[in-house]
């Protein structure tokens, strides 16, 4: 998946579904820490109990609802000259959706509107469980 144009925001994920099921790693691993261009945090996934493996739905899957979630007080606190920024994003997101602005500001409001997923790739001179997440403008 080192290539690929995907916006978690509002698709699903780009592969077909038996690719979906595959071992995210080779070898299979148990843990896969995640790292995503332009955020602060990494994302740990650990594979289900019922699993005998993590796979390439489950990233998917765990990648949606990590940049879904609000980002802690003590992230935001972090964020410095970026917070007007990330702000004005999380106003544009929300509009006058309720629901949406008291939950607050979500990781996905770091990466802003226009920037997708383009590519996850293992990370240089790491192990295979240790993978990175590349962005870009969807425009491109």
């Known amino acids: 998946l080192e290539k690929m144009h995907w916006d978690p925001r509002a698709s699903d ?3 077909p579904i038996t690719c979906l099921h595959s071992p995210a790693t080779e070898p299979p691993s148990d843990r896969i820490i995640i790292s995503v261009e332009g955020l602060p945090w990494s ?3 650990d594979k289900a109990p ?6 390439v739905k489950d990233i998917f ?3 949606a609802m990590f940049l879904k979630d609000p980002v802690e007080r003590s992230e935001w ?3 410095g000259e970026l917070k ?3 702000r004005a994003r999380f106003r544009r997101r929300c509009g006058s959706d309720e629901a949406k602005l008291r939950k607050g500001v979500c990781r996905v409001d770091y990466i802003g509107e226009d920037r997708v997923i383009v590519g996850i790739s293992p990370r240089y001179g790491d192990r295979c469980d240790t993978l990175h997440i590349r962005m870009d403008s969807s425009s491109r």
């Open 50 to 55: 019922t699993e005998a493996h993590i796979t």
């Open 77 to 79: 606190e972090a964020t």
């Open 43 to 45: 994302l740990t996934i």
């Open 84 to 86: 007007d920024e990330i």
């Open 13 to 15: 994920p780009p592969c």
């Open 61 to 63: 899957d765990c990648l």
